[in-house]
């Protein structure tokens, strides 16, 4: 049964998961983060690590001329949620708006960062309309798509098939190679309100976080995936 649970327990064992969560909502921080992302691009240097694995998902607005209300971005320790419903009317608002654009290309477009996503058929819409066409999937790199993963590998697709399952959910996913279940009542709460409830943040950063951990639960059930 891979049906998601909506027990207090289950939203408990899920927020767990999510220790360090920064809210990216002024120049400062925007610019801070570009800095972080950059130290880690460069630190990957001196290693004989290939990748950075990050785990990316976004929330919509519910206006059709938005596009995405909130783009998360897990990685290492860390989940940072990046702010994209502001107006863009004054010097700020824009000036932020073009910093995180500028910052989404630079993580998307570059090989080293391995992007882990989940059924992002949509989001690259949503991202296409935010970036008003400058974000371009011909263009952007190194993307794994959990989903797509699951349905076109022989391995992976046994797997679901015999939890009759042909186009599987987060939740089963979840299910599957966690062993717990993933709270999804703040799904379709209300993205464009301004603060996110606390409940509103800890789903945002899950949905990010735990693609990492499937990640990484795969390749130790299929090393030939690794």
Partial sequence: NCQSETSEDSNTKSSNRVKNVFFIDTVEKIQLLKQYFKELEQGLEATSNRFIHVGIDSEFSNSKEDGCAVIQIAVNNYVFCLDTMFKRQHPDQLKMYNLEIVFLKYLFETKRFLKVV????NDWKELYK???????????????????????????????????????????????F???????????????????????????????????????AM????????
């Fill in 130 to 176: 935010f970036s008003n066409a400058t974000i371009i999937r011909s263009n952007c790199n190194s993307f794994i798509d959990i989903q797509d993963t699951m349905m076109n590998i022989k391995a992976f697709n046994d797997l679901i098939t015999s939890h009759n399952k042909n186009q599987p959910g987060l939740s089963c996913i979840v299910k599957l």
């Fill in 219 to 226: 390749c130790i059930s299929y090393k030939s995936f690794a």
């Fill in 178 to 216: 966690l062993k717990y279940p993933l709270d999804k009542r703040e799904q379709c709460s209300n993205w464009e309100k301004r603060p996110l409830s606390r409940l509103q943040v800890i789903y945002a950063a899950i949905d990010a976080v735990v693609l990492l951990d499937i990640l990484h």
């Fill in 118 to 121: 989940f059924a992002f058929r």
